[in-house]
């Protein structure tokens, strides 16, 4: 029941998504940049930064 | 005149004074608060402990900033009622909806989070405390997207019309006023530049501990992240920048020709002026040094259009000051008798131009009889001080470039993990901390002055919209900000100096019920 419900939860989530790229896209295309990109940056520098950290600590051990 | 000119000077040189210094403060609050989300979601996903440490050091020096933006930005809001009450009573029921929201948005949203993010370290689990701390990056970004909302429409008034009834601008189109092209372009330009801020704020200090031995892997951490972040803020910030140039272009053409220098309209394919030395009075560069080709599609985003220089967008202004005569004259018939049809229809026929006639208004009382020589002075009014535009733009477009090149190398050395060898950048790393307030104080003189004389542009003149205080008020009022500002740079130095030299202090407390991975840093005693 659980997974169903965060299932139907994550479903809704994605819908609202989608919904608010069409509307932003739509009209508020520079907003949706931010958002893109501001995820884009987090996750790149975030991602990155513990990829790294991983392969340096690997080459040390 | 001569005292109301002296007012109107003292009032908008108090509010760049405010705004340049609050200016300050808002971009490494915008970025740093992104830049912790960043390293926290790095140690909720790693489990990391040195990621953790991490976020703690830099939410300190983030709380010192805000506390500081937020004040200075306390008084700006005030001094749109007291300095600029015309203003405010012209455009209030524009300009009071978004100012409104990021009010709530500044101190529910950002303040609350703020305080639940710096407190919150062993009361918080590890993912409601990151949570925490993304709601603190979206509340000062989007308290920094409701401010630019409403210089957007200062920038284009849009989804509005003016009521002659009320005798002022009326809201008809809220979507139209927050979906604006110039508020969204300005709004995303203008957070991405706090990014860059941010960025250049932790690699300096990062560099410092680096250059002296201390802190060693806190700080190559710190530094690694915050340049990745920073290189890919810096191609956001000049892409936007040149959208935000794109859409001005159109919007406001005295603004560019001034940045752009240009005198006589340029026919495509027109040159760049690299360096120049504007004459306004002469109408004309006393130097210039150019760059064939290049200006029509960095501008027009084409290749055939002209871009109208400042000889023809006064005579343009010359002939819209005449066409809007008429509406003004209208305007004050219609204040004594609302019902007079004729003189309703012959508003409504030139108000489009009602701005302009409120241009010559300074120098000639009754517009109607107003001579050939005011409104020729009015219309050269519509240019703005076009040397300081010029260069503040060249200024904020090079250093951005220079931010970049500098991130590159950054990222370079930092993945390559050989930084420690390279005492080079880590000197010079320091030195860039400024580099981006630099940036971003010019970027806000070429916004706000060359919109100049405008306060809402082609709507509403800046001679027109400042209170009708004294000189002695403004001088007192004026000297009080300068005192009191000066003081607050000083405690503001003070504590991030402080913060600074005693560096990571010991472990924060651990966000309580860690669900996830949690691993100690191998050089944990190197800390």
């Known amino acids: ?61 | 005149m001569q005292e109301l000119d002296t007012v109107i000077a003292l009032s908008r040189t108090q509010f760049a004074a405010t705004a340049l210094y609050h200016y300050l403060f808002v971009p490494l609050t915008l970025g740093l608060s992104v830049l912790l989300a960043t390293m926290e979601t790095i140690y909720v996903v790693t489990g990391r402990d040195i990621y953790r440490r991490m976020t703690h050091f830099w939410a300190k020096l983030f709380a010192i900033n805000f506390a500081l933006g937020v004040a200075t930005g306390l008084t700006m809001e005030f001094e749109f009622g007291t300095n600029w009450s015309t203003y405010s009573h012209f455009v209030g029921d524009i300009f009071g909806a978004p100012l409104a929201i990021e009010g709530l948005m500044a101190f529910f949203l950002e303040s609350t989070f703020v305080g639940l993010m710096l407190f919150g370290w062993g009361k918080l689990s590890r993912g409601k405390h990151l949570l925490v701390t993304y709601m603190v990056a979206l509340g000062s970004n989007l308290s920094a997207l409701w401010i630019l909302v409403a210089n957007g429409y200062m920038q284009k008034p849009i989804g509005s019309s003016f009521n002659p009834d009320t005798m002022r601008m009326e809201l008809t189109s809220f979507t139209d006023l927050i979906f604006s092209p110039e508020a969204q372009a300005k709004f995303v330009h203008t957070s991405i530049a706090g990014y860059l801020t941010a960025a250049l704020f932790v690699l300096g200090i990062s560099a410092f501990y680096m250059l002296r031995g201390r802190h060693l892997e806190l700080a190559k951490r710190s530094f690694r992240v915050a340049a990745l972040f920073g290189l890919f803020a810096s191609v956001g910030v000049i892409s936007l920048g040149d959208a935000l140039g794109f859409i001005n272009g159109s919007a406001q053409p005295t603004k560019l020709a001034a940045m752009e220098g240009l005198w006589e309209t340029a026919e495509a394919p027109a040159g760049f002026n690299l360096i120049a030395w504007p004459n306004q009075d002469e109408q004309r560069n006393d130097f210039e040094l150019q760059v064939p080709y290049l200006l029509t599609p960095l501008v027009t985003h084409g290749f055939e259009e002209s871009i109208p220089g400042v000889k023809d967008l006064v005579a343009d202004a010359e002939t819209k000051i005449r066409n809007g005569i008429p509406a003004l004259t209208a305007l004050r018939t219609l204040r004594e008798n609302p019902d007079d049809a004729q003189a309703l229809e012959q508003f409504e026929a030139h108000q489009d131009n009602l701005g302009y006639a409120l241009l010559v208004q300074r120098y000639a009382e009754d517009v109607s009889q107003a001579t050939d020589a005011q409104i020729a002075r009015a219309a050269a009014d519509t240019i703005p001080p076009v040397a300081t535009v010029f260069w503040s733009f060249r200024v904020m477009v090079g250093t951005a470039f220079l931010m970049m090149a500098f991130l590159i190398v950054s990222v370079i050395y930092s993945l390559r993990d050989t930084l420690l060898e390279k005492r080079w950048l880590l000197r010079v790393a320091p030195w860039m901390i400024p580099v981006p307030f630099i940036a971003n104080e010019a970027g806000w003189i070429v916004a706000e002055l060359g919109r100049q004389p405008w306060t809402v542009y082609g709507q509403l003149p800046t001679w027109l919209s400042a209170s009708t205080h004294s000189v002695e008020y403004m001088i007192f009022s004026l000297t009080g900000f300068v005192l009191l500002y000066t003081l607050f740079i000083i405690i503001e130095m003070f504590l991030m100096v402080k913060f600074i030299r005693l560096g990571p202090s010991e472990p924060a407390k651990a966000p309580v019920a860690d669900s996830g991975p949690h691993r100690h840093s191998s050089q944990w005693s190197e800390i």
């Open chain 1, 1 to 61: 029941m659980k997974q169903i419900l965060l299932f139907i939860f994550w479903l809704c989530v994605a819908m609202v998504a989608i919904a608010l790229t069409i509307v932003l896209g739509e009209r508020g295309a520079w907003y949706f940049a931010w958002v893109v990109g501001t995820v884009m940056i987090v996750l790149i520098a975030a991602a990155g930064t513990a990829i790294i950290d991983a392969r340096y600590e690997e080459e040390h051990d």
